[in-house]
């Protein structure tokens, strides 16, 4: 009984809602550009937030106001939904969510990220939503002397609004968080980009060390998502801390650390699975022309080897051997194999 287009209407002409658009998500992306004759040139972008980065950053920040601290949000959002702008968003929000007497809901955001070239890509990111000094620290070995955790310690002491810090680095400011006494009382926002993307080894063991868990043997070759979730069963979650995960592939342990029963007051089961806060489809960025359909391009096996036996001489061989040349390229063909 509504037309499709409601929402637009309904939801973002209302003037409040058009008006924080402007206030908290339109910004100017600049990128560096070279031209065929090598010309470097600044390119500038009006960023203007698609719906469901408008929807799920409002929906975390309303929960949050709500809630508190101590809660977690996984928004499984699919490839080409421009994760890296709702991250910055969002950590943006976050850090100026105030409760009713003036008081901070975080103290800080903590930008978890394990891709380096998106490391710079959101700092970029969050520092073009916000022109102000001193918002956002980057615990980055090349720019300062001295150590990560140092840099860390002293970013967390000093109550800067957002710090982004690699998983590797991560560790260390957990262990700042549930150790230093000088950070107790304080609340903070771990926004996690790609939740399941995690190295093995070194640093996990970092991790197990900093959250202070008993060593088991296996735990050297475990995920870092792994391992969190160990230390979930292992200990009550640090209720000072909301966790706000990005995922576009949700594994089975994202969606048991970060995900939220249907009904939270009943216990987990069959119907009361753990589910993602927001949801943004691959079938939806399909549509909307943001990633292609990957099944549009596959090729079926008889029409691959028509195109391979076209390369050969058109000899005529015999139809025995033929077909048994045929099932062979198809038994051994490295997809079959890989799939078997």
């Known amino acids: 009984q509504e037309y499709p287009v409601a929402y637009f209407w309904e939801d973002v002409c209302q003037p409040d809602a058009w008006l924080r658009v ?15 004759q090598g010309n470097w040139s600044k390119k500038e972008t009006l960023i203007f937030p698609r719906f469901h980065q408008w929807t799920a950053v409002n929906e975390m920040l309303a929960d949050a106001r709500t809630n508190g601290a101590g809660m977690t949000y996984l928004a499984d959002h699919s490839a080409g939904s421009g994760k890296t702008s709702t991250i910055s968003w969002t950590a943006h929000d976050l850090v100026k969510l105030r409760e009713d ?16 070239v998106l490391d710079s890509q959101l700092q970029d990111a969050v520092k073009q939503i916000d022109h102000q000094f001193g918002v956002i620290a980057a615990i980055d070995r090349q720019k300062s002397s001295k150590s990560k955790s140092k840099q860390l310690s002293e970013a967390l002491l000093a109550g800067t609004p957002i710090i982004v810090v690699t998983i590797q680095t991560f560790p260390y400011a957990m262990e700042a968080i549930i150790t230093d006494k000088s950070l107790k009382g304080k609340s903070f926002a771990v926004i996690i980009d790609e939740a399941h993307n995690s190295q093995t080894g070194s640093t996990a063991a970092k991790l197990q060390a900093a959250l202070g868990m008993s060593g088991h043997g296996k735990m050297s070759n475990m995920t870092v998502d792994e391992l969190l979730e160990q230390l979930q069963k292992s200990r009550a979650r640090p209720d000072n801390i909301s966790y706000f995960a990005f ?5 089975h342990s994202t969606l048991m650390l970060f995900g939220r029963p249907a009904d939270p007051t009943k216990p ?37 080897f028509n195109l391979s036996k076209q390369l050969e001489d058109n000899k005529r061989v015999s139809g025995k051997a033929a077909k048994r040349a045929l099932a062979q390229w198809m038994a051994l063909h490295p997809t079959n194999v890989t799939q078997k």
């Open 22 to 36: 402007f206030h908290s998500f339109v910004y100017v992306e600049k990128k560096d550009a070279v031209d065929i």
């Open 101 to 116: 007497n003036g008081d901070p809901v975080f103290n800080s955001v903590i930008i978890v990220t394990d891709r380096n």
């Open 247 to 251: 995922t576009a592939t949700p594994k």
């Open 268 to 304: 987990l089961s069959e119907d009361n699975k753990p589910e993602a806060f927001h949801t943004y489809t691959m079938r939806q960025a399909i549509e909307e022309k943001f990633i292609l359909d990957v099944l549009k391009g596959y090729v079926p096996y008889k029409t691959a």
